[in-house]
């Protein structure tokens, strides 16, 4: 007599649901959709997908990866950026970039917010508007920071460290563009402008796909890197991070709601502009690639408009 394993149909489709890189893409049909990327032979960077697996229903609820492939077109960023309600960004999070431009190691992480009208895709340009490019005796210091993005995937409030990352949803790679003369030269300190030297539009790419916390189970373990013109300026581990993502999430959630599709930018290594005694700052035409290890890479242009 034989004795059959009877497996519930919900544990079924559990199991069978493994998204590792989540991307949102044009294909040759002209539609918009989901995938998990399929991921070219010696390379983990989403960027250099050519294929996905489509994904059907909501990444951060229940979907299902199906067997239908599709070609990408285009990598658009991974959420829409009208659904992300709030851009968290940390400063000062490493110490070599703390050191760098002569600061003070912080006691508790340091938060400000981009409006998600500063998201982009990981390949649009950068537009540069005439209020930041130089004037007179106005000089545009344009910087760029590479940053470990976190993307939550439901609330969290008065969260543990070791709640945190059940709230996760993966992990992606963003560029904090930052304008020196309006973050500091034109705000002065100790009290700089970080609204007005980071918040524009398009100064903040991101993407190229959301790498799931499955796939990337500890973050402080991650390369991380800027290249300008293809020369690198900047190159770290996440393991340099001084407040790691499990605490910046439980810290963040203190008496305020976290809520799915927020994302969090963790702060940069040094190497950036500001920090260098004759800074070459970023300026129409530069080409800036931000990457992270197992997740890829932004590549985009400063264009002044």
Known sequence: MRHFLLIPTFLVFCLSVRAQ????????????????????????????STHAKVIKGDILGDFQITKQ????????????????????????????HINETNQT???????????????????????????????GDFISKMDYETELVIV???KAFNISDDEALDHVLGYTVG????????????????????????????????????????????????????????VMEQNSSTANMIFGV?????FFSMGTTLLPEDVIFTGTPSGVNLGKTNPTWLTNGDVVEVGLENVGTCT??????
């Open 69 to 96: 492939t599709k070609e990408i077109i285009s990598l658009l960023a991974p959420l829409p950026s009208e659904r992300v309600r709030t851009v968290r960004c940390v400063g000062l999070n490493y110490v070599s």
């Open 300 to 305: 985009n242009v400063i264009k002044y408009v």
């Open 21 to 48: 890189r989540f991307v949102r893409f044009i294909s040759t049909d002209g539609k918009e959709y989901y995938g998990d990327a399929i991921l070219p032979t010696n390379t983990t960077d989403a960027a250099k």
């Open 105 to 135: 190691i912080p006691q508790w992480p340091i938060l400000f917010y981009k409006p998600w009208t500063s998201l982009n895709t990981p390949s649009d340009p950068i537009p540069v508007s005439e209020g930041y490019q130089t004037q």
């Open 152 to 154: 939550m995937k439901k």
């Open 246 to 250: 499990k605490h910046l999430v439980s």
């Open 175 to 230: 560029h904090d563009v930052s304008h020196r003369g309006w973050q500091i030269d034109r705000g002065g300190l100790p009290q700089p402008q970080f609204s007005m030297g980071k918040g524009a539009d398009g100064w903040a790419p991101w993407g190229p796909a959301i790498v799931s916390t499955k796939e990337i189970p500890d973050p402080q373990t991650l390369n991380i890197w800027t290249k300008v013109n293809g």
